[in-house]
């Protein structure tokens, strides 16, 4: 065995002092979720900077030649008796914030540390002590190398802490010019309360006119009776202060108009105005941060769904591996879950591991397969199913689990959304996923195919008769909830009438009841035939009306049922519609198969709608200002945008303006009032929401370089999310080097996108899957429309940004509850209030 010191100096040069920018992987294997804490602890290539568990790092040393590791072991230490005094609590937090002083607190174990350079293929061990022995040359860079791996942030550690504040507010825009009225009303210093239905805490008064009233009702039915809402919205005043937080210190302020609290700069003047003295205020009720940080710190206790009022048996082993929550990821956990139930998922992921790994790019952490495969095959290994304590009789069924911290960061990277900590629906992250498989597989075995089906539109011109059929590809059947169908409609009715005396009377209303929905009344308005207002028809070249129905084409394998359980209210605010609907665990939608055309039927007349012009764009052909004939790559849609009008009128009569409304028609393809009405909502903030929509492929002169502007920041984490460069670059040419708007493009844009390569971690998919031809058309797989119910995931809270994801799945004829880390025999499946249900094809 050669010298150590003979051995560092020869790869002296492969070892690296990180400086700021670079990725250092010291928490958590690139292929599995080993870290400094397990057995073997966690090796980090003192190149590259990439983690390895003992099972890959020889892997990596075989693969690239790499000898110098930094090994680190990490050791729970033992609590000492100052840790265990009843004097010295675990502090609690004091701050609705993330990694700042007072706010919850990521790293609350306290461990030990053990670290030094080993060296591959003989495993020779240097430590700082052994280093100050070694020439000065070596001594250095290996000590600095060290030094810097261990003080660097490390990229798990960045994304759980990434610093927010959720107490940092804005001055209103209302504050500094507020109208007060001189109605001589003065406000006493205690005794409040609601002059509507005397509620005497959650009190709020309104800035402009001194009244007291209720807050809000929260989703559980306490709180208030919204009446401080409804005060605004009758009156149009703006700012309200909770009584009972106003101290010499502040109070919280609420905008209603802003729908956020805000800062009042003038707040003692305003308070003044209705005879309150600031500075003799104390704290008598909980500040809405407070009651928020109660309400994290306690959702491991909702009852609602999660069957937390029986004693559930824990269970562990083969796929029942719990998932660390890590800041409203209880989306991303539920859907993953579910996904790895399904043998499709299992066969291309779990069962080639070896292979995906074996292919896999230099930079593990950034490519999808090998993230994919790393979290399915800990999912349906036993080797993270593990109880937290060292006893197997934990009555709590938390488990050691795995935190899926790269996963979560690959997936949700350059995203609006799902980059970031907030909650998410549910819904959409399975699209978002299952987007993400469709552009990665698109040249060999497909999972996602197992969800694939074909709908068939029917839609029938009123005035000349005749049809059009139609076939788009689809993943998820959604099922609208027909209110008025509710079984006990004479209860909802009386419960509503109690309300509306009890708020006359003003008293607090009594709870009100759930409505039950049948499941065949929703199945039944599925194929109710929609109206189609200002429908142009090619036969009588005018726009008339028309009625769409809607049926499937095929059947696939797996079938995702979505209850529309959320809407919105007739003051646009979204609700959550709270019903129980009697979901059958066995389903036959055999009668919801569509015919196609049938004899007798007239088609009408492919001709397409005049164009929507827009009085700032000279339409220059089909093509645009930068296309020709033999290559259209830079062709933009918006240069000659073809929008259904009709959506278009239907969101400017909500309220929203035009511009805003003709971007959300562009941006979802024309798919419908649905898709435009959540990008609307998805975009309100936006600084130019109601500016003129801009055309970005024209906005460059005729000769100019397209690619001028073009950001290779922007460039590389497009790329990252599995495109190619050359589809980034046409997604950023079309969204004006926006990065955010370039993501929108590209995901509505999917099928003008076919043509080109499609990347997997910086490979093409011609080298990725062997070069093959992707196949023509979508496949879809087909069969009978019987299936049983084997998964659903329910939701608790008052709409899918907030609130808490729980799922069910049935595992050999039981039922099991994955509530994050928790995996318990489930006693009473809450099938009647699922959101996303999961069904599988009986077999024959």
Same mark, same amino acid.
């Given at each position: 065995?050669?010298?150590?010191?003979?051995?560092?100096? %020869?790869?002296?040069?492969?070892?690296?002092?990180?400086?700021?920018?670079?990725?250092?992987?010291?928490? /958590?294997?690139?292929?599995?979720?080993?870290?400094?804490? @397990?057995?073997?602890?966690?090796?980090?290539?003192?190149?590259?900077?990439?983690?390895?568990?003992?099972?890959?790092?020889?892997?990596?040393?075989?693969?690239?030649?790499?000898?110098?590791?930094?090994?680190?072991?990490?050791?729970?230490?033992?609590?000492?008796?100052?840790?265990?005094?009843?004097?010295?609590?675990?502090?609690?937090?004091?701050?609705?914030?993330?990694?700042?002083?007072?706010?919850? +607190?990521?790293?609350? /174990?306290?461990?030990?540390?053990?670290?030094?350079?080993?060296?591959?293929?003989?495993?020779?061990?240097?430590?700082?002590?052994?280093?100050?022995?070694?020439?000065?040359?070596?001594?250095?860079?290996?000590?600095?190398?060290?030094?810097?791996?261990?003080?660097?942030?490390?990229?798990?550690?960045?994304?759980?802490?990434?610093?927010?504040?959720?107490?940092?507010?804005?001055?209103?825009?209302?504050?500094?010019?507020?109208?007060?009225?001189?109605?001589?009303?003065?406000?006493?210093?205690?005794?409040?309360?609601?002059?509507?239905?005397?509620?005497?805490?959650?009190?709020?008064?309104?800035?402009?006119?001194?009244?007291?009233?209720?807050?809000?009702?929260?989703?559980?039915?306490?709180?208030?009776? *919204?009446?401080?809402?409804?005060?605004?919205?009758?009156?149009?005043?703006?700012?309200?202060?909770?009584?009972?937080?106003?101290?010499?210190?502040?109070?919280?302020?609420?905008?209603?108009?802003?729908?956020?609290?805000?800062?009042?700069?003038?707040?003692?003047?305003?308070? @003044?105005?209705?005879?309150?003295?600031?500075?003799?205020?104390?704290?008598?009720?909980?500040?809405?941060?407070?009651?928020?940080?109660? @309400?994290?710190?306690?959702?491991?206790?909702?009852?609602?769904?999660?069957? %937390?009022?029986?004693?559930?048996?824990?269970?562990?082993?083969?796929?029942?591996?719990?998932?660390?929550?890590?800041?409203?990821?209880?989306?991303?956990?539920?859907?993953?879950?579910?996904?790895?139930?399904?043998?499709?998922?299992?066969?291309?992921?779990?069962? *080639?591991?070896?292979?995906?790994?074996?292919?896999?790019?230099?930079?593990?952490?950034?490519?999808?397969?090998?993230?994919?495969?790393?979290?399915?095959?800990?999912?349906?290994?036993?080797?993270?199913?593990?109880?937290?304590?060292?006893?197997?009789?934990?009555?709590?069924?938390?488990?050691?689990?795995?935190?899926?911290?790269?996963?979560?960061?690959?997936?949700?990277?350059?995203? $609006?959304?799902?980059?970031?900590?907030?909650?998410? +629906?549910? !819904?959409?992250?399975?699209?978002?996923?299952?987007?993400?498989?469709?552009?990665?597989?698109?040249?060999?075995?497909?999972?996602?195919?197992?969800?694939?089906?074909?709908?068939?539109?029917?839609?029938?011109?009123?005035?000349?008769?005749?049809?059009?059929?139609? !076939? =788009?590809?689809?993943?998820?059947?959604?099922?609208?909830?027909?209110?008025?169908?509710?079984?006990?409609?004479?209860?909802?009715?009386?419960?509503?009438?109690?309300?509306?005396?009890? /708020?006359?009377?003003?008293?607090?209303?009594? $709870?009100?009841? =759930?409505?039950?929905?049948?499941?065949?009344?929703?199945?039944?308005?599925? %194929?109710?035939?929609?109206?189609?207002?200002?429908?142009?028809?090619? @036969?009588?070249?005018?726009?008339?009306?028309?009625?769409?129905?809607?049926?499937?084409?095929?059947?696939?394998?797996?079938?995702?049922? !979505?209850?529309?359980?959320?809407?919105?209210?007739?003051?646009?605010?979204?609700?959550?519609?709270?019903?129980?609907?009697?979901?059958?665990?066995?389903?036959?939608?055999?009668?919801?198969?569509?015919?196609?055309?049938?004899?007798?039927?007239?088609?009408?007349?492919?001709?397409?709608?005049?164009?929507?012009?827009?009085?700032?764009?000279?339409?220059?052909?089909?093509?645009?200002?930068?296309?020709?004939?033999?290559?259209? %790559?830079?062709?933009? $849609?918006?240069?000659?945008?073809?929008?259904?009008?009709?959506?278009?009128?239907?969101?400017?009569?909500?309220?929203?303006?035009?511009?805003?409304?003709?971007?959300?028609?562009?941006?979802?393809?024309?798919?419908?009032?649905?898709?435009?009405?959540?990008?609307?909502?998805?975009?309100?903030? +936006?600084?130019?929401?109601?500016?003129?929509?801009?055309?970005?492929?024209?906005?460059?002169?005729?000769?100019?370089?397209?690619?001028?502007?073009?950001?290779?920041?922007?460039?590389?984490?497009?790329?990252?999310?599995?495109?190619?460069?050359?589809?980034?670059?046409?997604?950023?040419?079309?969204?004006?080097?926006?990065?955010?708007?370039?993501?929108?493009?590209?995901?509505?844009?999917?099928?003008?996108?076919?043509?080109?390569?499609?990347?997997?971690?910086?490979?093409?998919?011609?080298?990725?899957?062997?070069?093959?031809?992707?196949?023509?058309?979508?496949?879809?797989?087909?069969?009978?429309?019987?299936?049983?119910?084997?998964?659903?995931?329910?939701?608790?809270?008052?709409?899918?940004?907030?609130?808490?994801?729980?799922?069910?799945?049935?595992?050999?004829?039981?039922?099991?509850?994955?509530?994050? !880390?928790?995996?318990?025999?489930?006693?009473?499946?809450?099938?009647?209030?699922?959101?996303?249900?999961?069904?599988?094809?009986?077999?024959?």
């Amino acid at each position: 065995m050669a010298d150590v010191s003979e051995v560092l100096m %020869s790869v002296l040069s492969t070892i690296r002092v990180p400086r700021p920018g670079d990725r250092v992987h010291k928490d /958590e294997c690139a292929f599995s979720f080993a870290n400094p804490e @397990a057995e073997g602890g966690l090796y980090v290539c003192m190149n590259s900077f990439l983690g390895f568990g003992a099972q890959y790092v020889e892997r990596h040393h075989n693969k690239t030649g790499q000898r110098a590791y930094l090994h680190i072991k990490r050791t729970r230490k033992a609590q000492t008796d100052e840790d265990t005094n009843s004097d010295s609590p675990k502090k609690k937090p004091t701050r609705l914030a993330i990694g700042i002083e007072g706010g919850f +607190d990521v790293e609350q /174990e306290q461990y030990e540390e053990e670290v030094k350079v080993v060296l591959f293929p003989d495993k020779q061990e240097v430590t700082l002590e052994d280093l100050t022995t070694m020439p000065d040359v070596v001594r250095e860079r290996v000590s600095l190398s060290m030094a810097g791996l261990m003080s660097a942030d490390s990229v798990g550690h960045a994304l759980q802490v990434q610093q927010w504040d959720g107490e940092v507010r804005q001055e209103s825009r209302h504050a500094a010019a507020l109208s007060q009225l001189d109605n001589g009303v003065k406000i006493p210093p205690s005794g409040w309360k609601c002059d509507m239905c005397g509620l005497e805490e959650n009190l709020w008064m309104n800035l402009s006119d001194g009244k007291v009233l209720c807050g809000r009702r929260y989703f559980d039915g306490t709180g208030g009776n *919204n009446h401080a809402l409804l005060h605004f919205q009758q009156t149009g005043y703006p700012l309200a202060v909770k009584l009972g937080t106003i101290t010499p210190d502040g109070a919280d302020v609420y905008s209603y108009e802003e729908d956020d609290m805000v800062l009042d700069s003038k707040l003692p003047e305003h308070l @003044a105005h209705f005879g309150i003295d600031m500075m003799t205020m104390e704290k008598t009720e909980s500040t809405m941060a407070e009651l928020e940080i109660a @309400a994290n710190r306690r959702v491991g206790e909702w009852e609602v769904i999660q069957e %937390s009022g029986a004693m559930l048996q824990p269970l562990t082993g083969p796929g029942l591996t719990g998932m660390r929550n890590l800041g409203n990821s209880c989306y991303l956990n539920s859907v993953m879950q579910v996904l790895f139930t399904v043998p499709d998922f299992q066969h291309k992921y779990v069962s *080639n591991i070896e292979k995906i790994f074996a292919n896999a790019p230099s930079d593990p952490t950034q490519d999808f397969k090998t993230q994919v495969a790393k979290l399915g095959h800990a999912l349906l290994s036993e080797e993270y199913s593990k109880p937290t304590c060292d006893s197997e009789d934990d009555p709590s069924g938390y488990q050691v689990g795995i935190a899926p911290r790269m996963f979560k960061a690959l997936i949700g990277r350059g995203h $609006p959304e799902f980059s970031t900590n907030r909650q998410q +629906d549910a !819904q959409e992250f399975f699209l978002h996923f299952i987007n993400m498989v469709e552009r990665n597989c698109r040249y060999g075995e497909n999972p996602s195919e197992a969800f694939r089906f074909l709908v068939e539109e029917r839609i029938v011109c009123q005035q000349s008769n005749r049809v059009k059929y139609t !076939q =788009r590809v689809d993943y998820i059947m959604q099922l609208p909830v027909p209110m008025e169908q509710a079984t006990n409609a004479d209860e909802l009715q009386e419960a509503e009438q109690k309300r509306v005396e009890a /708020e006359a009377a003003g008293v607090p209303p009594p $709870p009100a009841p =759930r409505a039950s929905i049948p499941f065949e009344a929703c199945l039944a308005a599925l %194929s109710e035939p929609e109206t189609l207002m200002d429908f142009w028809s090619s @036969a009588v070249q005018a726009k008339t009306t028309a009625s769409k129905t809607t049926h499937f084409a095929s059947f696939p394998d797996y079938l995702v049922i !979505q209850i529309k359980k959320f809407t919105f209210g007739l003051d646009w605010i979204p609700k959550k519609l709270d019903v129980s609907i009697d979901v059958p665990e066995t389903l036959d939608l055999s009668s919801l198969r569509g015919t196609g055309l049938q004899p007798g039927e007239e088609v009408l007349p492919e001709v397409a709608p005049p164009p929507l012009m827009t009085p700032d764009v000279e339409v220059k052909g089909i093509l645009g200002s930068h296309g020709n004939e033999d290559d259209d %790559s830079l062709y933009s $849609p918006l240069l000659s945008p073809v929008m259904d009008d009709s959506i278009v009128s239907q969101l400017c009569e909500m309220g929203f303006p035009l511009e805003a409304c003709r971007k959300a028609v562009y941006c979802t393809g024309n798919t419908g009032i649905d898709a435009a009405m959540n990008w609307v909502m998805g975009h309100m903030d +936006d600084p130019d929401f109601s500016a003129p929509m801009v055309l970005p492929c024209g906005s460059s002169a005729p000769g100019s370089t397209p690619t001028e502007t073009i950001s290779e920041d922007h460039l590389a984490t497009i790329v990252s999310m599995g495109f190619g460069r050359d589809q980034a670059t046409r997604a950023l040419r079309a969204a004006s080097n926006v990065l955010e708007r370039a993501v929108d493009w590209i995901f509505s844009h999917l099928d003008d996108l076919e043509s080109m390569d499609v990347s997997e971690g910086g490979r093409s998919a011609a080298e990725s899957e062997g070069g093959r031809e992707p196949p023509p058309g979508p496949r879809v797989r087909d069969g009978d429309g019987k299936y049983e119910l084997f998964a659903f995931i329910s939701h608790m809270g008052t709409s899918t940004m907030c609130g808490h994801y729980v799922c069910h799945i049935k595992k050999d004829q039981q039922w099991v509850i994955f509530n994050d !880390q928790k995996v318990c025999a489930s006693e009473k499946p809450p099938m009647d209030l699922g959101y996303l249900y999961f069904y599988q094809r009986v077999a024959e």
